[in-house]
């Protein structure tokens, strides 16, 4: 059934209505959009705070076996230190890798962009 619209505060209310309608899609649309991107974020925040974590556990441990090389002599930690180092040598050739990756990603979609 099809309604009449007979004067113009029918149609100015009809008009908010679908204002008002629209007005609410869009704040449904933006909260589901806030809600997926939350659920999508909570991983990655979650791992950057447990390599944070990792991270000082790291630098604890390095800082502990320096100072006991220093204070007790290196024989006992020389093996520990070397195996240390080649960890983190191996970590930043890893690093380098990525850094070289995605640069050579982004110029390649920059030129695709510019074309």
Not at 6 to 19: P, Y
Not at 51 to 72: F, G, H, L, P, Y
Request: net charge positive; with cysteine.
């Amino acid at each position: 059934m099809e309604q009449i619209l007979s004067n113009s505060s029918d149609r100015s209310r009809m008009k908010n209505d679908e204002h008002f309608q629209f007005y609410t899609e869009i704040i449904e649309l933006i909260e589901r959009h806030e809600y997926v991107k939350l659920k999508i974020d909570a991983p990655y925040a979650a791992m950057r705070q447990a390599r944070k974590m990792q991270d000082a556990a790291c630098d604890i441990i390095i800082r502990t076996v320096n100072s006991r090389a220093v204070v007790e002599g290196q024989e006992d930690y020389i093996e520990f230190i070397r195996a240390m180092n080649r960890l983190i040598t191996d970590f930043k050739n890893i690093l380098k890798q990525r850094e070289g990756r995605n640069k050579a990603n982004r110029n390649k979609n920059q030129k695709n962009d510019n074309n």
